[in-house]
């Protein structure tokens, strides 16, 4: 992602409805697990990761680029600079490695799974949110970078593939996929964009609707899975403290 898009969604996400509702999301996938090492891929500016750190995870973000590693660092977020496609962490050194809407940016998104797979504890867990459906490709997948949109079957196969076991594959922002593949239809550009506040609070609204009602099959403008490394794929355990944070 661009370094302009960058400093653009970290100004958003403490606001925006769409972020708001992802962190809500990533809460509650992780609510039963206990806490310990976790590491937030493509975090950006951090949001997430404050998330994680918040509810009790010793929490460190991964950023490729200059603008979010310096914008979790100016929030005093642990931020390691690297490639999510090669992962410079010593093998089984996380409880939870997180994704949200980074994979899709990825060229070799194997590698990357594959690598998420090696520094996770056996017994860990991947949480992964990407976008849904090549149909809703537009200008703004352009913008932000997209390599591809997924469907449950390419999703599926990628996750099986690096070696994880697959809870269920659901679908959000569900309600509003309408309205979004109209307007990405007629889209020239990212629609990161900030709303104005009567309309903000609208759509949080509907988007939390989503939290009480049985769509998670239907078809959505997002995909969220949660794996896991199975317990009996044994490697050598590397400690924690050995990634470095900047």
Known sequence: ?????????????????????????????????????????????????????????????????????????????????????RLPLAPACFDLVTAFDVLEHIEDDAAAAAGVFRVLRPGGTFLVAVPADPRLWSAHDEAVGHVRRYTRATLTDLLHGAGFTLGPVRSWNVLMRPAVALRRRRSTGSDLDDVPGWLNAALSAVIATERWLPVGRLPGVSLLVRARRPVDSGVQAGASESYATT
């Open 1 to 85: 992602m661009e370094a302009a898009e960058i400093r653009k969604l970290t100004a958003l996400e403490d606001r925006h409805w769409w972020y708001r509702e992802r962190r809500h999301l990533m809460a509650g996938s992780v609510r039963d697990l206990r806490p310990g090492d976790a590491l937030d891929i493509g975090a950006a500016g951090g949001g997430n990761t404050r998330v994680l750190r918040g509810l009790g995870w010793r929490a460190a973000a991964l950023e490729y680029g200059d603008e979010g590693a310096g914008v979790c660092a100016e929030r005093g977020i642990p931020v390691l600079r690297g490639d999510a496609a």
